[in-house]
């Protein structure tokens, strides 16, 4: 191949999004396609990877290409939604729908089970994460033990990203990152596959063979070609889950260094010299070799403030339809005019359970402190604040952990709501770095692209990474938002056992 455009493409949650590059970063091109994710049973996320991850890279990908010469383009990258399970057959066709990461809690029976069986503590010493929602181990089992039929014909387990790289190279590969979360089939310290704890989950010829992220996997088959538009031959990165991805776009390349992508989850990643394994936490690879770190995430983030949207932002979203202002940027404009503190209202954002550093699936949302002069306003303003509470409780974890991070870079689609992010800072006390761009892990899997072909250069990374401003915490509300704070740390002990019973009883009515 002679070109020099890369091409990258992510699956989101709720969208997928793609990007054609110059070798210097500039976009050339950008395509969107927005999509439901399933939710056929409580605590059940699924996505049909036909439809949804390969459907639409092919539609993207179309599209990028449309009006060009197929041969400029010198490399393909991919990232998704992950870790993700799905099983296919010896002729790589899924046998069922994706399930999800960690928002697809269906699997806590078996996570009961390998830990009775095996031992937590042994698990965690080789993997360096708990068994929770976001381990892709006991969600195997679980095919194992309720869908036998489908798990007899599995010839392979994919996760998203690596699904696509299968049907444009046929190659059964997967990066270290998403490997990681293959708990407890996966070694952190020797970043390789582990059979240890392997026989009642499932045997290692079964899962894909690992690579990094910025490797080439394989070329684009004379198949892929027909379908995608691209040219045979094209070199393919490993891929990798989003957030690493989008990670690597705006510069989180040294210890010190996190990430706090405001997507449909709060995603944090923090690079850290070598691994630091907590419980509370997860500790991965990273989508380049020889680091490590430390990555959590708050489950509902943009995915709350979708889910305000759709209820109570009708107003908003017929305005927008007339013309007027963004919906969200209308939302924006309801909370700046409420105070910190959202005058006493307070928000457990756990709509959909939680993850680190509770990892407690079972856990609901709450609004506490509502009274008869509480708005819209303050409901938004609250589901603004409570992610910025979410992540200074993750924050204290690093720090009992050593691993405070040293820098901040906000990144995805809810690092456009200034708002937001100002109100996370005056939470966290934290400054945050605001990139030039923040297209979002498809420019990340664009200069991966780059680097695994040659293409890009590690010393022109700057070209790609410029910072448009650094959001400064404001002192003024901190003794508001400490108050605040506290009683958020609180306020979920006191609830916890009643939202558990409320999900158990959502559970049976659901199954009955």
Same mark, same amino acid.
């Given at each position: 191949?002679?070109?020099?455009?890369?091409?990258?493409?992510?699956?989101?949650?709720?969208?997928?999004?793609?990007?054609?590059?110059?070798?210097?970063?500039?976009?050339?091109?950008?395509?969107?396609?927005?999509?439901?994710?399933?939710?056929?049973?409580?605590?059940?996320?699924?996505?049909?990877?036909?439809?949804?991850?390969?459907? @639409?890279?092919?539609?993207?990908?179309? &599209? =990028?290409?449309?009006?060009? *010469? $197929?041969? !400029?383009?010198? /490399? +393909?990258?991919?990232?998704?939604?992950?870790?993700?399970?799905?099983?296919?057959?010896?002729?790589?066709?899924?046998?069922?729908?994706?399930?999800?990461?960690?928002?697809?809690?269906?699997?806590?029976?078996?996570?009961?089970?390998?830990?009775?069986?095996?031992?937590?503590?042994?698990?965690?010493?080789?993997?360096?994460?708990?068994?929770?929602?976001?381990?892709?181990?006991?969600?195997?089992?679980?095919?194992?033990?309720?869908?036998?039929?489908?798990?007899?014909?599995?010839?392979?387990?994919?996760?998203?990203?690596?699904?696509?790289?299968?049907?444009?190279?046929?190659?059964?590969?997967?990066?270290?990152?998403?490997?990681?979360?293959?708990?407890?089939?996966?070694?952190?310290?020797?970043?390789?596959?582990?059979?240890?704890?392997? @026989?009642?989950?499932?045997?290692?010829? &079964? =899962?894909?063979?690992?690579? *990094? $992220?910025? !490797?080439?996997? /394989? +070329?684009?088959?004379?198949?892929?070609?027909?379908?995608?538009?691209?040219?045979?031959?094209?070199?393919?990165?490993?891929?990798?889950?989003?957030?690493?991805?989008?990670?690597?776009?705006?510069?989180?390349?040294?210890?010190?260094?996190?990430?706090?992508?405001?997507?449909?989850?709060?995603?944090?990643?923090?690079?850290?010299?070598?691994?630091?394994?907590?419980?509370?936490?997860?500790?991965?690879?990273?989508?380049?070799?020889?680091?490590?770190?430390?990555?959590?995430?708050?489950?509902?983030?943009?995915?709350?403030?979708?889910?305000?949207?759709?209820?109570?932002?009708?107003?908003?979203?017929?305005?927008?339809?007339?013309?007027?202002?963004?919906?969200?940027?209308?939302?924006?404009?309801?909370?700046?005019?409420?105070?910190?503190?959202?005058?006493?209202?307070?928000?457990?954002?756990?709509?959909?359970?939680?993850?680190?550093?509770?990892?407690?699936?079972?856990?609901?949302?709450?609004?506490?402190?509502?009274?008869?002069?509480?708005?819209?306003?303050?409901?938004?303003?609250?589901?603004?604040?409570?992610?910025?509470?979410?992540?200074?409780?993750?924050?204290?974890?690093?720090?009992?952990?050593?691993?405070?991070?040293?820098?901040?870079?906000?990144?995805?689609?809810?690092?456009?709501?200034?708002?937001?992010?100002?109100?996370?800072?005056?939470?966290?006390?934290?400054?945050?770095?605001?990139?030039?761009?923040?297209?979002?892990?498809?420019?990340?899997?664009?200069?991966?692209?780059?680097?695994?072909?040659?293409?890009?250069?590690?010393?022109?990374?700057?070209?790609?990474?410029?910072?448009?401003?650094?959001?400064?915490?404001?002192?003024?509300?901190?003794?508001?938002?400490?108050?605040?704070?506290?009683?958020?740390?609180?306020?979920?002990?006191?609830?916890?056992?009643?939202?558990?019973?409320?999900?158990?009883?959502?559970?049976?009515?659901?199954?009955?």
């Amino acid at each position: 191949m002679t070109g020099s455009l890369l091409l990258g493409v992510d699956i989101g949650t709720q969208s997928s999004k793609g990007v054609l590059c110059t070798p210097d970063g500039e976009i050339l091109a950008t395509e969107i396609i927005e999509h439901q994710t399933s939710f056929p049973r409580p605590g059940w996320a699924e996505h049909d990877a036909d439809q949804i991850w390969w459907g @639409e890279f092919v539609q993207i990908t179309r &599209r =990028l290409l449309a009006g060009r *010469d $197929a041969e !400029e383009v010198g /490399g +393909v990258a991919v990232s998704a939604i992950g870790p993700c399970m799905l099983p296919v057959d010896a002729e790589n066709r899924p046998l069922r729908p994706g399930v999800l990461y960690g928002i697809d809690s269906r699997a806590q029976a078996e996570i009961a089970w390998l830990e009775d069986h095996f031992g937590a503590d042994e698990m965690f010493a080789l993997n360096g994460m708990a068994l929770t929602s976001q381990a892709i181990g006991p969600k195997i089992r679980w095919l194992r033990e309720h869908e036998p039929e489908i798990f007899a014909r599995t010839a392979m387990i994919h996760s998203a990203s690596d699904y696509m790289v299968l049907r444009l190279t046929g190659e059964h590969v997967m990066d270290r990152h998403t490997a990681s979360y293959f708990v407890p089939l996966f070694d952190v310290r020797t970043l390789a596959w582990d059979d240890r704890f392997s @026989e009642p989950i499932i045997a290692l010829d &079964r =899962l894909p063979r690992l690579l *990094d $992220a910025n !490797e080439i996997a /394989g +070329v684009v088959t004379p198949e892929a070609s027909a379908q995608t538009g691209l040219a045979v031959g094209t070199p393919v990165t490993t891929g990798t889950i989003d957030a690493a991805a989008e990670a690597t776009s705006v510069g989180v390349l040294d210890p010190g260094d996190m990430m706090v992508m405001y997507g449909s989850t709060l995603f944090l990643i923090n690079l850290v010299e070598a691994p630091h394994p907590d419980r509370r936490m997860w500790t991965a690879a990273y989508s380049l070799p020889e680091r490590h770190a430390i990555t959590g995430s708050i489950t509902s983030s943009g995915l709350l403030t979708a889910w305000f949207r759709d209820q109570f932002g009708q107003p908003e979203r017929e305005s927008a339809a007339r013309g007027g202002a963004h919906v969200y940027a209308q939302l924006a404009d309801l909370a700046r005019d409420i105070p910190p503190g959202a005058d006493g209202l307070l928000c457990l954002p756990y709509f959909a359970g939680e993850r680190t550093p509770l990892n407690d699936p079972d856990a609901r949302g709450v609004f506490a402190g509502l009274t008869l002069r509480h708005t819209r306003g303050h409901l938004y303003r609250a589901i603004l604040e409570a992610i910025g509470y979410g992540l200074r409780t993750n924050l204290d974890v690093m720090a009992e952990m050593q691993a405070m991070p040293t820098r901040l870079v906000a990144v995805g689609g809810g690092a456009q709501n200034e708002l937001w992010l100002q109100i996370v800072s005056d939470i966290t006390g934290l400054p945050q770095v605001l990139p030039e761009r923040t297209v979002g892990a498809s420019y990340g899997d664009a200069l991966l692209a780059g680097l695994a072909t040659g293409i890009v250069a590690q010393d022109t990374i700057p070209n790609w990474v410029r910072t448009k401003r650094v959001i400064e915490p404001n002192p003024a509300p901190k003794a508001t938002y400490d108050a605040t704070y506290a009683i958020y740390r609180e306020l979920y002990g006191h609830v916890k056992d009643d939202l558990h019973a409320l999900g158990r009883l959502d559970t049976a009515i659901a199954g009955a």
